[in-house]
């Protein structure tokens, strides 16, 4: 069964620096995708970043970075110069192979950020 | 705009009575999809949609119904048979076509049973 674990229930991080979220998967499938979203305090999920298993290069998207290692099934969210708006939990989640036309997201459980002045 | 709309906000049930989650979007997307967040945890797929008049159960469907009558709506009922309804209920949609496939999310409903 494919599965995706966080192992950081919460981290901080002083404003202005870099963060890294961590994330791994297991997956059988050869086709696949990751995807980082941001739960602020409001409930609301937003969408952060897209990494498809056969891009040949990290996706990049404004202040995040995923760090995307193949082999160790791993793809980590970097937030560059963190700002206090990025405390929120962020949940890391991969879509199963694109099958009967639907898109099914597996999430993991989170980690909190907490940026601090 | 367009965008997910959820209501109410926050619902309060009594034990053994139904309610209804609405969840209405004007995004023209085909897949529509409903998870319930517990504290501390992340999201769990009750149900879906690809299409008008087809769904289905997702992980843990029991104590659940929805309905696709409207390609805008996905509306869900928490029945008395779901056990430990407390809980964030989150609706999604997306399109089928196309590489990145993001979710976009609703507000969420917070259900609290008294």
């Known amino acids: 069964a494919q599965k995706i674990t966080q192992t950081q229930p919460g981290m901080f991080v002083q404003e202005k620096e870099a963060v890294t979220l961590d994330c791994t998967y297991d997956?059988?499938?050869?086709?696949?995708?990751l995807f980082w979203y941001k739960q602020p305090s409001s409930g609301e999920m937003i969408f952060l970043i897209y990494?498809?298993?056969?891009?040949?290069q990290n996706a990049t998207e404004g202040r995040y970075s995923l760090n995307f290692q193949k082999a160790r099934k791993s793809a980590n969210l970097v937030i560059s110069a963190s700002q206090l708006g990025d405390s929120a939990m962020y949940f890391c989640?991969?879509?199963?192979?694109?099958?009967?036309?639907?898109?099914?997201?597996?999430f993991g459980a989170g980690t909190r950020l907490a940026v601090h002045p | 705009d367009g965008g997910i709309t959820q209501s109410p906000k926050y619902l309060f049930r009594k034990e053994g009575q139904n309610v209804t989650l609405s969840c209405e979007q004007n995004?023209?997307?085909?897949?529509m999809y409903w998870y319930r967040q517990d504290p501390g945890q992340g999201l769990r797929l009750i149900y879906y949609?690809?299409?008008?008049?087809?769904?289905q159960k997702g992980d843990i469907a029991e104590g659940y119904s929805v309905s696709r009558e409207k390609k805008e709506s996905f509306p869900l009922t928490v029945t008395s048979a779901q056990k430990n309804p407390t809980a964030f209920y989150l609706c999604?949609?997306?399109?089928?076509?196309?590489?990145?496939?993001?979710?976009?999310f609703g507000p969420g409903t917070r259900l609290t049973v008294l």
């Open positions: 997956t059988s499938d050869q086709s696949y995708g």
């Open positions: 989640a991969m879509r199963e192979p694109f099958s009967g036309g639907y898109n099914k997201l597996i």
């Open positions: 949609s690809q299409i008008v008049n087809d769904f």
């Open positions: 999604a949609s997306t399109v089928l076509a196309g590489g990145n496939n993001e979710q976009f």
């Open positions: 990494q498809g298993s056969y891009d040949e």
């Open positions: 995004l023209n997307h085909d897949a």
